[in-house]
């Protein structure tokens, strides 16, 4: 046996044949007797002091140890996930691991026993013990030892993993797979249930929707529908009575608020495949329980019909009731839905939220109808009131613009924040599954947040969707699933309820990935949409990233924040392929509301359908500053499958300057074959793909690289 510095490894072992533990590089550090658990910190905690475990291995940052150099040829382990070190408690037989700040108290020796396997003993700077594992279990505290040949519990496999330092695409679609491979049960070739009815079915069903929203994944779609399908063949076309036996529940006659969850679900899904069926459902529903719950007086809506007082009304059905009515204005429904939300929105900012002082919502409050005037009142904040109330001024200021919307959702959320999350900016509350239906609250404030975020142009909270879901993927089960608790491991016992898991694949589906503002002249990849209206996004065989596809009449794509900055644009690029045989089709192009005229127009027309690939150029309303940008999508057929879309770009010139290539800052180059983005930016190597101008002495001429 010999002891191993870093300095040693590094310069004495360069053959593949052997395993060296590198300085920079990223491990996982298995127990060679209980090869399927490594060293995990507790809880994936991000603090000091918290205990190094041993946990079975499911592949998460909280898992993963960077190696770093502690000097005097002495190793140190950095966490991935929290940043801080793997330090002995003590150097005395029977100390644990505990994370600390300082790589100087994390000061470990290796001491090779199969170099070629990775197996190392662990030892403590003074070499008097070695770091044993005795039982296997999860949550045992490997602690100092003494040495034992025969102990493989003292080994350990420390093998190279790749570091999984933010939050993925990839991350986003394990998560939210392992949770429906989990949950969902099949009740017939196009019907699936979560839990068998209730108003977390729905909102099991929203989660779905937030995936297909984000990712324009179509299987999603397939799954949503048919969630759908299994609550409509229990339920029936009338949401507002009890259906209760062996296989299904449903609390429509009484609870208003189930209906309007389901009414949310339902009107999400109309609005995103622009399915009148859908909406018009959901419309029909709405309307119904708008007028069986309204109380004229308080202007807020009745909780329930016989559960609780007939005059108490509270957040948890006056928030759904304005974003379900904003839906329902959004698609179509007419301008009447916003005004029941806008009205419904004042009235319990003023009688719930006093009048948005801090941004605390409150629960609930009971009238009394003779003095009409509030007998009692419920102050507690819950993260279903903060994130419906969110989403409802989220709405609202996107179709009115008023500031105060605006403001409110600010406070809002900094309340929740401040209030409902810890220091590091975890959700603290609802963590224990036995809590009823507050187990699945978190997962509604996740949704609204990343609305908050883009439609608010609130590029800060982005980070604090990305730790929110880190964390819940950290503390997940071997088999991918995470309870409500998000702040501790999840175990087989705690992820029992379909609910409160729900709320983790919430927080995997709306994560806020890529740049809140984006810079309005860079290529912009059209699958990349914040939000969007019946789109398909598929890899094709044979390019480097994904396109949408079957792109059909009517349906659309927004992108949030556009910043065009002080230039002004003239024109669009886009790429598209030539529509189906006898098919014409426009992509029009909005800024800011998709009403109105365009600010512009791509004719998809005399195409040839032998090229895949083609680069169209339209002139659109010149613009500065920020904007969202819509394109929507006409063909002259019904028929679906018509063209796809790989990317879009804005450009300082008109589409006549770069189609002739008459640009005076490129056309005045000197440098022979120069190539320069559309914003005459010469670039310093040769692209690979995209819109370039090739310049050679005074000659220019635009170029297409597929």
Same mark, same amino acid.
């Given at each position: 046996?010999?002891?191993?510095?870093?300095? @040693?490894?590094?310069?004495?072992?360069?053959?593949?044949?052997? *395993?060296?533990?590198?300085?920079?590089?990223?491990?996982?550090?298995?127990?060679?007797?209980?090869?399927?658990?490594?060293?995990?910190?507790?809880?994936?905690?991000?603090?000091?002091?918290?205990?190094?475990?041993?946990?079975? !291995?499911?592949?998460?940052?909280?898992?993963?140890?960077?190696? *770093? +150099?502690?000097?005097?040829?002495?190793?140190?382990?950095? +966490?991935?996930?929290?940043?801080?070190?793997?330090?002995?408690?003590?150097?005395? /037989?029977?100390?644990?691991? &505990?994370?600390?700040?300082?790589?100087?108290?994390?000061?470990?020796?290796? !001491?090779?026993?199969?170099?070629?396997?990775?197996?190392?003993?662990?030892?403590?700077?003074?070499?008097?013990?070695?770091?044993?594992?005795?039982?296997?279990?999860?949550?045992? &505290?490997?602690?100092?030892?003494?040495?034992?040949?025969?102990?493989?519990?003292?080994?350990?496999? @420390?093998?190279?993993?790749?570091?999984?330092?933010?939050?993925?695409?990839?991350?986003?679609?394990?998560?939210?797979?392992?949770?429906?491979?989990?949950?969902? &049960?099949?009740?017939? %070739?196009?019907?699936?249930?979560?839990?068998?009815?209730?108003?977390?079915?729905?909102?099991?069903?929203?989660?779905?929707?937030?995936?297909?929203?984000?990712?324009?994944?179509?299987?999603?779609?397939?799954?949503?529908?048919?969630?759908?399908?299994? =609550?409509?063949?229990?339920?029936?076309?009338?949401?507002?009575?009890?259906?209760?036996?062996?296989?299904?529940?449903?609390?429509?006659?009484?609870?208003?608020?189930?209906?309007?969850?389901?009414?949310?679900?339902?009107?999400?899904?109309?609005?995103?495949?622009?399915?009148?069926?859908?909406?018009?459902?959901?419309? &029909? +529903?709405?309307?119904?329980?708008?007028?069986?719950?309204?109380?004229? =007086?308080?202007?807020?809506?009745?909780?329930?019909?016989?559960?609780?007082?007939?005059?108490?009304?509270?957040?948890?059905?006056?928030?759904?009731?304005?974003?379900?009515?904003?839906?329902?204005?959004?698609?179509?429904?007419?301008?009447?839905?916003?005004?029941?939300?806008?009205?419904?929105?004042?009235?319990?900012?003023?009688?719930?939220?006093?009048?948005?002082?801090?941004? /605390?919502? #409150?629960?609930?409050?009971?009238?009394?109808?003779?003095?009409?005037?509030?007998?009692?009142?419920?102050?507690?904040?819950?993260?279903?009131?903060?994130?419906?109330?969110?989403?409802?001024?989220?709405?609202?200021?996107?179709?009115?613009?008023?500031?105060?919307?605006?403001?409110?959702?600010?406070?809002?959320?900094?309340?929740?924040?401040?209030?409902?999350?810890?220091?590091?900016?975890?959700?603290?509350?609802?963590?224990?599954? %036995?809590?009823?239906?507050?187990?699945?609250?978190?997962?509604?404030?996740?949704?609204?947040?990343?609305?908050?975020?883009?439609?608010?142009?609130?590029?800060?909270?982005?980070?604090?969707?990305?730790?929110?879901?880190?964390?819940?993927?950290?503390?997940?089960?071997?088999?991918? @699933?995470?309870?409500?608790?998000?702040?501790?491991?999840?175990?087989?016992?705690?992820?029992? +309820?379909?609910?409160?898991?729900?709320?983790?694949?919430?927080?995997?589906?709306?994560?806020?990935?890529? $740049?809140?503002?984006?810079?309005? =002249?860079?290529?912009?990849?059209?699958?990349?949409?914040?939000?969007?209206?019946?789109?398909?996004?598929?890899?094709? @065989?044979?390019?480097?990233?994904? /396109?949408?596809?079957?792109?059909?009449?009517?349906? #659309?794509?927004?992108?949030?924040?556009? $910043?065009?900055?002080?230039?002004?644009?003239?024109?669009?690029?886009?790429?598209?392929?030539?529509?189906?045989?006898?098919?014409?089709?426009?992509?029009?192009?909005?800024?800011?509301?998709?009403?109105?005229?365009?600010?512009?127009?791509?004719?998809?027309?005399?195409?040839?359908?032998?090229?895949? #690939?083609?680069?169209?150029?339209?002139?659109?309303?010149?613009?500065?500053?920020?904007?969202?940008?819509?394109?929507?999508?006409? *063909?002259?057929?019904?028929?679906?499958?018509?063209?796809?879309?790989?990317?879009?770009?804005?450009?300082?010139?008109?589409?006549?300057?770069?189609?002739?290539?008459?640009?005076?800052?490129?056309?005045?180059?000197?440098?022979?074959?120069?190539?320069?983005?559309?914003?005459?930016?010469?670039?310093?190597?040769?692209? /690979?793909?995209?819109?370039?101008?090739?310049?050679?002495?005074?000659?220019?001429?635009?170029?297409?690289?597929?």
């Amino acid at each position: 046996m010999r002891n191993l510095s870093v300095a @040693i490894l590094l310069c004495l072992f360069f053959s593949p044949a052997y *395993c060296t533990i590198e300085v920079g590089k990223t491990y996982t550090i298995r127990s060679k007797k209980y090869p399927t658990k490594s060293l995990f910190v507790e809880n994936s905690a991000r603090e000091v002091n918290a205990a190094i475990l041993l946990w079975t !291995e499911t592949d998460v940052p909280s898992q993963q140890w960077k190696a *770093c +150099n502690a000097g005097s040829g002495d190793i140190s382990f950095q +966490n991935v996930y929290s940043g801080y070190y793997a330090a002995p408690q003590k150097q005395t /037989k029977g100390a644990v691991f &505990k994370t600390h700040r300082m790589l100087s108290y994390g000061h470990v020796v290796l !001491e090779a026993v199969d170099e070629t396997a990775g197996v190392y003993h662990i030892l403590p700077v003074s070499k008097d013990f070695y770091l044993t594992a005795t039982t296997g279990e999860d949550g045992e &505290k490997p602690c100092w030892g003494d040495k034992d040949d025969a102990d493989e519990g003292q080994q350990w496999i @420390i093998s190279e993993t790749e570091a999984k330092y933010s939050f993925t695409k990839a991350m986003r679609e394990e998560m939210m797979d392992d949770y429906l491979n989990h949950f969902l &049960k099949n009740k017939g %070739s196009s019907m699936r249930t979560f839990v068998n009815g209730g108003w977390g079915e729905s909102e099991q069903l929203e989660v779905v929707l937030d995936a297909y929203e984000c990712t324009g994944n179509e299987k999603y779609l397939n799954i949503a529908k048919y969630v759908y399908n299994y =609550f409509k063949n229990r339920v029936g076309d009338n949401w507002d009575h009890l259906v209760y036996d062996d296989n299904y529940h449903w609390f429509g006659h009484d609870f208003n608020d189930d209906v309007m969850w389901q009414i949310i679900a339902v009107a999400r899904l109309g609005w995103l495949t622009g399915s009148k069926a859908y909406t018009n459902a959901a419309k &029909k +529903n709405f309307d119904k329980i708008y007028e069986r719950a309204y109380i004229p =007086f308080t202007g807020l809506m009745r909780w329930a019909q016989s559960s609780g007082d007939a005059y108490g009304t509270n957040s948890c059905i006056a928030g759904p009731t304005e974003v379900a009515a904003c839906y329902l204005g959004m698609s179509g429904c007419g301008e009447d839905y916003f005004e029941k939300a806008r009205d419904l929105y004042a009235a319990q900012r003023y009688t719930l939220a006093n009048n948005m002082s801090t941004g /605390k919502v #409150w629960d609930s409050v009971v009238w009394d109808p003779d003095t009409k005037t509030v007998k009692s009142k419920n102050e507690w904040a819950s993260t279903y009131n903060q994130g419906t109330m969110l989403g409802a001024a989220c709405l609202l200021y996107d179709h009115y613009g008023d500031e105060q919307y605006l403001n409110d959702a600010k406070k809002i959320m900094s309340f929740t924040r401040k209030n409902l999350c810890n220091s590091y900016g975890i959700i603290k509350v609802c963590q224990d599954e %036995s809590h009823g239906d507050l187990c699945g609250f978190k997962g509604i404030l996740m949704r609204y947040v990343r609305r908050f975020v883009l439609d608010l142009n609130q590029p800060d909270y982005k980070e604090w969707t990305e730790r929110n879901a880190l964390l819940a993927y950290c503390n997940r089960t071997q088999n991918g @699933i995470t309870g409500t608790g998000w702040l501790k491991k999840a175990t087989a016992e705690s992820t029992t +309820n379909a609910f409160g898991c729900s709320t983790a694949a919430s927080a995997a589906a709306n994560v806020v990935l890529g $740049d809140v503002v984006k810079n309005g =002249f860079d290529e912009q990849q059209a699958e990349h949409f914040d939000f969007h209206c019946g789109l398909q996004v598929s890899e094709e @065989i044979g390019c480097g990233n994904d /396109k949408i596809v079957y792109v059909s009449n009517g349906l #659309w794509a927004q992108y949030d924040n556009i $910043d065009f900055g002080e230039q002004t644009a003239h024109s669009i690029i886009l790429d598209v392929t030539a529509p189906a045989s006898n098919i014409t089709g426009n992509v029009e192009i909005y800024l800011d509301k998709m009403s109105g005229e365009p600010a512009g127009i791509c004719e998809l027309k005399d195409l040839d359908p032998d090229q895949e #690939w083609h680069t169209l150029y339209a002139n659109i309303t010149p613009a500065t500053g920020l904007h969202n940008v819509y394109l929507r999508f006409t *063909c002259s057929s019904s028929r679906t499958k018509a063209y796809r879309i790989d990317h879009f770009q804005f450009s300082t010139q008109t589409a006549e300057e770069i189609q002739t290539g008459v640009s005076d800052h490129v056309s005045q180059g000197k440098t022979p074959m120069s190539v320069y983005d559309l914003q005459g930016r010469l670039l310093p190597v040769s692209p /690979k793909r995209g819109i370039f101008v090739i310049s050679r002495g005074e000659e220019s001429r635009i170029i297409s690289i597929k």
